[in-house]
Structures are given as C-alpha cells and as structure tokens.
C-alpha cells in the first residue's frame, strides 16, 4: 500500500508541473497518461510484469482521453477569436471569459488584406490570466474551407 500511495503523490506532482505549461491539449496528454498509467499498474495480476505492462496501456489510452479533452478547450477560445474575425468590422472587439479556465479574453481584427493568394487579419488579443494582462499580435488568413487559421 505504501507503493501505490507513493506512486499517486509522483502523479499528482507531475501534473501540477505540467499544468504550468504547454497549451491545454499538451497538458491534458500528460494528465491523461499519468492518470491512466496509475490505473492500469493496478489492474491484473500482482506481479511486476504485469503491473508494467498494464501502466503502459492505461498511460496510452489516458493519453489520448486527455489529448482529446484538453484540445477540445483549445477550440473554445480559437472559436472566438474565429467569430471575431468573420463577423467584427475592423477595430471593434469581442470579449469572452473561458468557461474553463475562468481566463478572459478581447479579440480586435484589424482591416482583412490579400497575402500570398488568401484574405488575412491581423488581430490583436488580449489576455488576462492569473489577473495579469499579456498582448498577442498575430495573423490570421481564411482556409480553403472557409475557417480562420492563425498563421503566427
């Protein structure tokens, strides 16, 4: 018993690490493996070469849980800075907060311009995180299906 306490102190210090960086679908990954490779090193059999065996499938699978819910709340903020692109006339902001994180947004589009054979935007979006305030100029240019990319 002593082990498996041991072992879920190392997952959960691994994933307050991880949570300081990467974007959401990184972090969800590694939550995702740690948490599934604790799992499965406890599942079948008793003996160590079975418990390695199952933390390697339960660390894949957890993955790509992980992988698939943490990109999912990517998609929610790049949604709106999406919708600001298509629909703002230049120099009018939308304002969001995340659901998730709770971290508020603006999104300001400036005048869409030809580049290299697509229609860009340059937008500036402004974040406050933790109740600091950080600025991210970049460019966004229409897919061929119609979307918004962000290009930089």
Not at 105 to 120: H, V
Request: aromatic share 8%.
């Amino acid at each position: 018993m002593r082990r498996g306490k041991s072992v879920l102190f190392l997952v959960l210090a691994c994933t307050l690490l991880v949570s300081a960086c990467g974007d959401k679908a990184q972090q969800g990954t590694v939550a995702g493996g740690l948490t599934g490779a604790l799992i499965g090193s406890h599942l079948g059999p008793d003996d160590d070469e079975h418990r390695r065996e199952n933390a390697l499938i339960g660390a894949g699978i957890g993955a790509l849980f992980g992988y698939a819910i943490g990109n999912e709340l990517d998609k929610y903020d790049r949604t709106q800075i999406g919708n600001a692109l298509e629909y703002n006339p230049s120099y009018q902001s939308s304002n969001w907060v995340n659901p998730d994180t709770r971290n508020r947004f603006q999104a300001t589009p400036r005048p869409a311009y030809r580049s290299g054979g697509q229609i860009c935007r340059d937008v500036v979006i402004d974040a406050w995180v933790d109740g600091r305030r950080e600025e991210v100029q970049a460019r966004a240019c229409r897919t061929s299906d119609g979307r918004w990319e962000l290009v930089q």
